[in-house]
Nanobody
Framework: QVQLVESGGGSVQAVGSLRLSCAAS????????MGWDRQAPGKQREMVAG???????NYVDSVKARFTISRDSAKNTLYLQTNSLKPEDTAVYYC????????????????WGQGTQVTVSS
C-alpha cells in the first residue's frame, strides 16, 4: 500500500502562484508514475500533469507553460508548481500514483491522496 498526503493548497488571486506538495509513504518502491488530478464543481475530473520515476512529464494543454510537476526521490515528495493561476484553475487537487507507466487518465491511477483545495479569485 502507498499513502499520499497533499499540502500547499489555499486561496490566491488571479496570476498568483501556489506550490502543492505530496508526501508519499509505504510501498513507494512500487511506484512508477505519479500525477496531479483536479476536480472542479460541475466539471469533469482531469489529470493535469504526470511524471515518471525517470523524470518524463506530461501536461494537459490548459496548464502547459504555467504548471510544473517535479519529484524529489530523496524526500519521497511530489510537487506541482502552479503559476499564472486563473479562476478556472479552482478545484480540489489530488495526488495520485500507480505502479505502471505514465497515464493521462485519472482512472489509471491506483493510489490517491485526500486532496487539497485551490481557490483562485479574479
Amino acid at each position: 500500500q502507498v499513502q499520499l498526503v497533499e499540502s500547499g493548497g489555499g486561496s490566491v488571486q488571479a496570476v498568483g502562484s501556489l506550490r502543492l506538495s505530496c508526501a508519499a509513504s509505504g510501498s513507494i518502491f512500487s511506484i512508477k508514475a505519479m500525477g496531479w488530478d483536479r476536480q472542479a464543481p460541475g466539471k469533469q475530473r482531469e489529470m493535469v500533469a504526470g511524471i515518471t520515476s525517470g523524470g518524463s512529464t506530461n501536461y494537459v494543454d490548459s496548464v502547459k507553460a504555467r504548471f510544473t510537476i517535479s519529484r524529489d526521490s530523496a524526500k519521497n515528495t511530489l510537487y506541482l508548481q502552479t503559476n499564472s493561476l486563473k479562476p478556472e484553475d479552482t478545484a480540489v487537487y489530488y495526488c495520485a500514483a500507480r505502479g505502471g507507466p505514465l497515464a493521462r487518465t485519472s482512472i489509471a491511477y491506483v493510489y490517491w491522496g485526500q486532496g487539497t483545495q485551490v481557490t483562485v479569485s479574479s
